[in-house]
Nanobody
């Protein structure tokens, strides 16, 4: 059973940066498509970014393009979400999710494994 653990959240001022990590143990993440989702209070969960397994192709929501970068570190079995130029509207609980598939992540509509979520708050 794959277990995902997010870290790196917190409080940051507008314009600041954070790097979220999604780590797994016992299972290599290289075979999994990984996605980051977020959910703000009173809003539906939305996809933020994803990275495919075999090609490591990436996809971003329009709201974060040019500001967020998703990447893998196979040696550390971790996927990162680098978030720059953060805005108050980025405030949410962020979740990483995984699915064991070679299908490009932009074509996926569901993930099988989820982390517990981590709070990101952008406020002055």
């Amino acid at each position: 059973q794959l277990q995902l653990v997010e870290s790196g959240g917190g409080l940051v001022q507008p314009g600041g940066s954070l790097r979220l990590s999604c780590a797994a143990s016992g299972v290599t993440l290289d075979r999994y498509a990984i996605a980051w989702y977020r959910q703000a209070p009173g809003q539906e969960r939305e996809g933020v970014s994803c990275i495919s397994s075999t090609t490591s192709s990436t996809t971003y929501a329009d709201s974060v393009k040019g500001r967020f970068t998703i990447s893998r570190d196979s040696a550390k079995n971790t996927v990162y979400l680098q978030m720059n130029n953060l805005k108050p509207e980025d405030t949410a609980v962020y979740y990483c999710a995984a699915r064991n598939t070679s299908v490009p992540c932009r074509k996926l509509y569901g993930y099988d494994f989820w982390g517990q979520g981590i709070q990101v708050t952008v406020s002055s």
